[in-house]
Every structure is written in C-alpha cells, then in structure tokens.
C-alpha cells in the first residue's frame, strides 16, 4: 500500500510504516523523532498539504536540496533528512528554525 513514485514511498515508510513495524514488534508506536535546525537558505511552500522536502544537514544547518518532485530519485540520494513543512503557501528565510526528519 505505498506510493509509487520514489520519495513518496519512502517518506510514508517512514512516517508510516515503521512506526508501525515497530509497535508490532513490541515498541512505542511513535512518529518519527524531529529535530529543530536552521536553514541555510531561504525557501518557498506552496500547497494545502505538508511536504516532508529532501534536505543535506550539515551541522547546525540544512541545506534545501533543489528537488523536482516526488519522482526525483537523483536528488534523493544526496539527502540525509527530510524538512517537514507545514501545509499553506510562505516563505521561509535562511536562519529560520525548521523541522528535520533523519534518514
């Protein structure tokens, strides 16, 4: 039951179903663990869904990845973490505080 396309798939893995493995195993079923880091440059959402975007954490910042979509398995492979962004249209500025989802 998981997307097709690439990062898709493996962003509901993540979110989804290994927490879910896990509690079957015995474990809490928690969502994955976040951490709050800061962006090293400014970036734009837009949409009325939350977007969990390739990122390359590297110390006390992330670096947005350029992704072109959910299909992008190049871009995914350079990525350590997933930003999680909230749904909504915005504009983030380099230094803001975002969420990370390791990898």
Same mark, same amino acid.
């Given at each position: 039951?998981?997307?097709?396309?690439?990062?898709?798939?493996? +962003?509901?893995?993540?979110?989804?179903?290994?927490?879910?493995?896990?509690?079957?195993?015995?474990?809490?079923?928690?969502?994955?663990?976040?951490?709050? +880091? #800061?962006?090293?440059?400014?970036?734009?959402?837009?949409?009325? %869904?939350?977007?969990?975007? !390739?990122?390359?954490?590297?110390?006390? +910042?992330?670096?947005?990845?350029?992704?072109?979509?959910?299909?992008?398995? #190049?871009?995914?492979?350079?990525?350590?973490?997933?930003? #999680?962004? !909230? #749904?909504?249209?915005? %504009?983030?500025?380099?230094?803001?505080? +975002?969420?990370?989802?390791?990898?």
């Amino acid at each position: 039951g998981l997307p097709g396309n690439p990062v898709s798939t493996l +962003v509901s893995f993540r979110l989804f179903v290994l927490p879910a493995l896990r509690a079957l195993a015995g474990e809490a079923c928690v969502p994955p663990p976040t951490e709050s +880091v #800061a962006l090293s440059k400014p970036m734009e959402h837009h949409g009325g %869904r939350p977007t969990y975007f !390739p990122g390359r954490r590297n110390g006390a +910042v992330v670096d947005p990845l350029d992704w072109k979509g959910s299909a992008d398995l #190049a871009t995914l492979t350079q990525a350590n973490c997933l930003i #999680a962004l !909230p #749904a909504g249209d915005y %504009r983030l500025e380099t230094g803001v505080q +975002v969420a990370l989802i390791a990898l």
